[in-house]
Nanobody, 126 residues
C-alpha cells in the first residue's frame, strides 16, 4: 500500500501548483490533503469522498484550492491557485480504510487516516 504525493515546489505568491496523490495497493475512498508547518499540528485542508460529490475545504482557503480525483487512475489532485506565503508547508495526502467517513469528518481528524503519503514541500516566496 502506497500513497505517492508529488507536485510541490517553489513558486511566487499568486502563482499556482497542482499536487497529485497516486495510490497503489488500495482503492481510494475518502481522501484528504493535510499540511503541516514546523511547530504546528498537521491540519486537514481539503478532503473528497469517492464519488467526489462530497468535498470539504478549510475556511482559510477562500476558494483558492480545488480538490478532484480520477478514480480510474487512483489519483487525487489538489489545484492550488493564488498561492500565498502562508500556504507554505509540507503537504501530505492521506486516506482512510473506512468508507463511511464524510470529507469534513476526515479532514477534521488528522489522526484518522490509515494511509499517509510522504510529504511534498510547497514554498511560496518571491
Amino acid at each position: 500500500v502506497q500513497l505517492q504525493a508529488s507536485g510541490g515546489g517553489l513558486v511566487q505568491p499568486g502563482r499556482s501548483l497542482r499536487l497529485s496523490c497516486a495510490a497503489s495497493g488500495i482503492t481510494l475512498d475518502v481522501v484528504g490533503w493535510f499540511r503541516q508547518v514546523p511547530g504546528k499540528e498537521r491540519e486537514g485542508i481539503s478532503c473528497i469522498s469517492r464519488r467526489d460529490v462530497d468535498t470539504y475545504y478549510e475556511d482559510s482557503l477562500n476558494g483558492r484550492f480545488t480538490i478532484s480525483r480520477d478514480n480510474a487512475k487512483k489519483t487525487v489532485y489538489l489545484q492550488m491557485d493564488s498561492l500565498k506565503p502562508e500556504d507554505a508547508a509540507t503537504y501530505y495526502c492521506a486516506a482512510a480504510r473506512r468508507t463511511d467517513y464524510s470529507a469534513m469528518f476526515l479532514c477534521a481528524r488528522p489522526f484518522l487516516p490509515d494511509y499517509w503519503g510522504k510529504g511534498t514541500q510547497v514554498t511560496v516566496s518571491s
